[in-house]
């Protein structure tokens, strides 16, 4: 079983700039790949950002040279940093784990994340 925790959502000025955290605790973190999803009202959840257990990253065109995810494997924490922040950018930003043992797909509770002037 793997939990994930995330951290940083909030308001921002559009231009503006955030960086979301995912603590995740059981499993072995390493193995895991690791994802960003978001998700308005109305609208399914949608990828952002994904990186592998080998560091191979992939982003969603909307974010691509504005967003940025990374890792840490000692801490057990994957990163969201989000540059030149779009009113589009508003909504629950959701960490995913894929576990690299069981291959079954974890999901943290969300975090808000708005861009308002």
């Known amino acids: 079983q793997v939990q994930l925790v995330e951290s940083g959502g909030g308001l921002v000025q559009p231009g503006g700039s955030l960086r979301l955290s995912c603590a995740a605790s059981g499993g072995i973190f390493s193995r895991n790949r690791m994802g960003w999803y978001r998700q308005t009202p109305g609208k399914q959840r949608e990828l952002v950002a994904t990186i592998t257990s080998g560091g191979s990253t992939n982003y969603a065109d909307s974010v691509k040279g504005r967003f940025t995810i990374s890792r840490d494997n000692a801490k057990n924490t994957v990163y969201l940093q989000m540059n030149s922040l779009k009113p589009e950018d508003t909504a629950v930003y959701f960490c995913?784990?894929?576990?690299?043992?069981?291959?079954?797909?974890?999901w943290g509770q969300g975090t808000q994340v708005t861009v308002s002037s």
């Open positions: 995913h784990a894929l576990d690299g043992s069981d291959y079954m797909n974890y």
